[in-house]
T-cell receptor
């Protein structure tokens, strides 16, 4: 079974440009999450989709970030315009539904990440 | 303000010895704790977890200990193997609450042959 895939693996852009990251979750996983890790820091939550709906976007830094999941399959995260502080590794993860036991008990499967460098 | 702290950025251990990775948390609402392992150029993978009703959970060479009063948990790897060399992230959640784990900054473990 294919895992979570992310594209591109690396992206180097100049400040002010636009970048779009893509995530393909594991087939059948309704839950899709975006995280970001700035070098040496913690992995921080950005947002959570359940199918095509945004369940929680409390971690999105500002309105330069736009996430979509049309059709409830793959997701895109667009940064426009990119700033220097947006550099980092963007991880996507997916999981099955938590059920009544609660979300943390459901394993999140992470993709390899997209390494974004804004110059 | 970090709610999950891993104060050792790196740890070096000899093959065959015990590796102990530490994690402290500040939010007393956390009641479910996870460890993730991350190899270079890969995403984190779930390793082991523990809920606050337990103080120990073991899975093969990996054991997680939880000290709720001290708000401290540790991951023990015995015996350590070179393939264990990776970055280990501690994470914490609230069961029945937020499904989103709060991560620490990670500890880079190097196991020397």
């Amino acid at each position: 079974e294919a895992g979570v895939t992310q594209f591109p693996s690396h992206s180097v852009i100049e400040k002010g440009q636009t970048v779009t990251l893509r995530c393909d979750p594991i087939s059948g996983h309704d839950n899709l999450y975006w995280y970001r890790r700035v070098m040496g820091k913690e992995i921080k939550f950005l947002l959570h989709f359940v199918k095509e709906s945004k369940q929680d976007e409390s971690g999105m830094p500002n309105n330069r970030f736009l996430a979509e999941r049309t059709g409830g399959t793959y997701s895109t995260l667009k940064v426009q315009p990119a700033e220097l502080e947006d550099s980092g590794v963007y991880f996507c993860a997916s999981s099955l539904n938590p059920g009544r036991a609660g979300g943390p008990l459901v394993t999140q499967y992470f993709g390899p990440g997209t390494r974004l460098l804004v110059l | 303000d970090q709610q999950v702290k891993q104060n050792s950025p790196s740890l070096s251990v000899q093959e065959g010895r015990i590796s102990i990775l530490n994690c402290d948390y500040t939010n007393s609402m956390f009641d479910y704790f996870l460890w993730y392992k991350k190899y270079p150029a890969e995403g984190p993978t779930f390793l082991i977890s523990i809920s606050s009703i337990k103080d120990k959970n073991e899975d093969g060479r990996f054991t997680v200990f939880l000290n709720k009063s001290a708000k401290h948990l540790s991951l023990h790897i015995v015996p350590s193997q070179p393939g264990d060399s990776a970055v280990y992230f501690c994470a914490a959640s609230v069961l029945g609450g937020s499904y989103i784990p709060t991560f620490g900054r990670g500890t880079s473990l190097i196991v020397h042959p």
